[in-house]
């Protein structure tokens, strides 16, 4: 089964390698997406640029959760974008 999970981050230097360093990893994803994949599973993570228009980002969204067609989805936020990526959801 694929997993995918989706974070928001306000400003992403390129959509390909959205992380800008190390510091910016998410931990938490990281450990899970790790047991996941040591069990059998594929995973991924997309990161949203909160900082975008709301339609923009969520027409990617819905692009790129349709191409990688997972059958589960995982969301997860900083407390200051929680209501943004609950729109999201």
Not at 49 to 61: G, H, I, P, R, V
Request: aromatic share 14%; glycine share 4%; proline share 2%.
């Amino acid at each position: 089964m694929k997993v995918l999970f989706i974070s928001s981050i306000f400003t992403i230097a390129v959509r390909e390698k959205p992380l800008a360093s190390y510091e910016e990893i998410y931990l938490g994803i990281s450990y899970i997406s790790s047991y996941l994949k040591k069990h059998g599973y594929e995973t991924d993570l997309l990161v949203l640029k909160s900082n975008e228009s709301f339609q923009k980002t969520k027409l990617a969204a819905c692009n790129y959760i349709r191409d990688y067609n997972p059958g589960l989805i995982a969301f997860t936020a900083v407390s200051l974008e929680f209501d943004w990526i609950k729109k999201i959801a």
